[in-house]
Every structure is written in C-alpha cells, then in structure tokens.
C-alpha cells in the first residue's frame, strides 16, 4: 500500500504526478471516498498529469461517463460518476463492462456501484479527509 498526502489544493499537480509514478498496466482504478472528498478533484488533476487539457476533465456527474484523449499520448481515458446509478444491471446496460475491456483507462468515482462487475486487477484508491482538511490517497497494491 503507498500514500500520498496532499496539503491543499494547491499540493494537487504535485499529488497527481506522484501518483501517475505509481501507474503500471492496470487499466482500472477505482477511486473511493466520502462524498467531498476529493475524488473528482483529483482524477482531474490526474486526468491533466495524463495530457489532458485542463478544459476538458470535469466531472460527468449526469453524463455518467466523459471521454478524454491525452494530448501527450493519444490514450484514451474514461472518467465514469457512478453515484446517479440505481442498480448493476444499469451499469451493464451502459456498456460498462466494455469500457472495462477496451484496454483504456478508466478511473471511477463511487465503485461501489459496480462492484459484482469490477475485474479482479481493479487498483483501489481511497481519499481520506485529514482533520486539518488535508487529504490522503491510499493506493493498494
């Protein structure tokens, strides 16, 4: 397990590249947190570590799933909001198995969700709120 803390928001470029260091081949990674913890925050600051245009990452809370391509890498980055789904079944009648199997990353916010469907190398991510308001990434291995 590695940590990474992150002091403010400024600390999150800084945050983001330390955690793109600790990238390997999975594809899935699925972000877990308190509702305001920071998990859209800093998958777009991740999504920017990646080449993504700052414009571009936000969050796909009624979209579900946004799109990105890294400008540095041409890769194809999928942000999914799981937290408006209502059931598994919802979730698969989207596609999102497929997304899971197109090789591409995927970063999701509220795993929760789709937990039954999730692939067995999935890296679980936590953002933990510090008492001073700092945060912690915990990143299994």
């Not at 913890?37 to 999504?47: E, N, P, R, S, Y």
């Not at 090789?103 to 692939?119: F, K």
């Amino acid at each position: 397990m590695k940590t990474i803390n992150i002091a403010n928001v400024e600390d999150l470029d800084r945050a983001a590249g330390e955690f793109v260091s600790l990238m390997d081949d999975r594809t899935i990674y699925a972000f877990s947190g308190e509702m305001g913890a920071g998990k859209t925050t800093f998958i777009a600051a991740l999504c920017r570590a990646l080449g993504v245009d700052a414009d571009e990452a936000n969050s796909p809370s009624f979209s579900i799933i946004n799109e990105y391509r890294s400008d540095t890498t041409a890769e194809l980055i999928y942000h999914f909001d799981l937290y408006r789904l209502e059931s598994l079944e919802e979730a698969i009648e989207i596609g999102t198995e497929d997304y899971f199997d197109s090789g591409a990353l995927c970063l999701l916010e509220w795993p929760d969700r789709v937990e039954d469907i999730l692939p067995d190398d999935t890296v679980r991510v936590n953002i933990t709120v510090n008492p001073d308001e700092s945060r912690t990434v915990t990143v299994e291995d």
